[in-house]
Nanobody, 123 residues
Framework: QVKLVESGGGSVQAGGSLELSCVVS????????VAWFRQAPGKEREAVAM???????MYADSVKGRFTISKDKTTNIVSLQMNSVDAGDTGRYYC?????????????????WGQGTQVTVSS
């Protein structure tokens, strides 16, 4: 029923930047949390960044200082700005939304998911 749509993936050189976008569902609530997860081949899916409401954020240690998550109240778009990317950032990125305000990286908290968008960092 509720589907999230990610976009903005592609190939980027190491050290470069890329911005991902996710159209989230307003029908849930504006204060619900949205998180980005990623999965590389042969690895477990991991949380990358999260935003609760419009201002409370949380980042994985591996991306702190490089990635920024934000949410636009008008467009319902959650963005993930990726700077200074490296090979470890390669993977399929998924956008997920909770049905309540949460401050969590637990996948079980996120009920609605997109199909993902591929990010490939080349050297």
């Amino acid at each position: 029923q509720v589907k999230l749509v990610e976009s903005g993936g592609g190939s980027v050189q190491a050290g470069g930047s890329l911005e991902l976008s996710c159209v989230v569902s307003r029908s849930i609530c504006s204060q619900c949390s949205v998180a980005w997860f990623r999965q590389a081949p042969g690895k477990e899916r991991e949380a990358v960044a999260m935003i609760a409401g419009f201002t409370t954020t949380m980042y994985a240690d591996s991306v702190k200082g490089r990635f920024t998550i934000s949410k636009d109240k008008t467009t319902n778009i959650v963005s993930l700005q990726m700077n200074s990317v490296d090979a470890g950032d390669t993977g399929r990125y998924y956008c997920a939304q909770s049905d309540a305000w949460v401050l969590s990286f637990l996948e079980s908290e996120y009920k609605y998911w997109g199909q993902g968008t591929q990010v490939t960092v080349s050297s």
